[in-house]
């Protein structure tokens, strides 16, 4: 195994840690996903956990339970899909990594 190997190695320690850094990163970022015209607001972190739900009086109907319903898991949705993208990882499952040169 010559310096060839080593090198890729060192490379993809490197990778590691830079992907690593970003995952931490993600952790602390705030992802605002809305719904409804800003009826309904989220805010979730980068490990996809509510950090806050708004919800404008404007839709609260004790007749429509339905709707709101319908527009939290919208609003939901909208910010999966924002923390998703931005994840390190690229949407691969488990936060598993791709391997050096792929």
Known sequence: MGSGYSKMK???KMFEQQLE???SEMKTK???GSSGNG???VVI???KELQKLT???DCVDPKDVEGLQDLIKAALDEAYRKAESESPTGGLPGGMSLPFGM
């Open 10 to 12: 060192k490379q993809a």
């Open 21 to 23: 850094a970003a995952r």
């Open 30 to 32: 705030e992802i605002i």
């Open 39 to 41: 009826l309904v607001t």
């Open 45 to 47: 972190n980068g490990d």
């Open 55 to 57: 919800i404008k009086p």
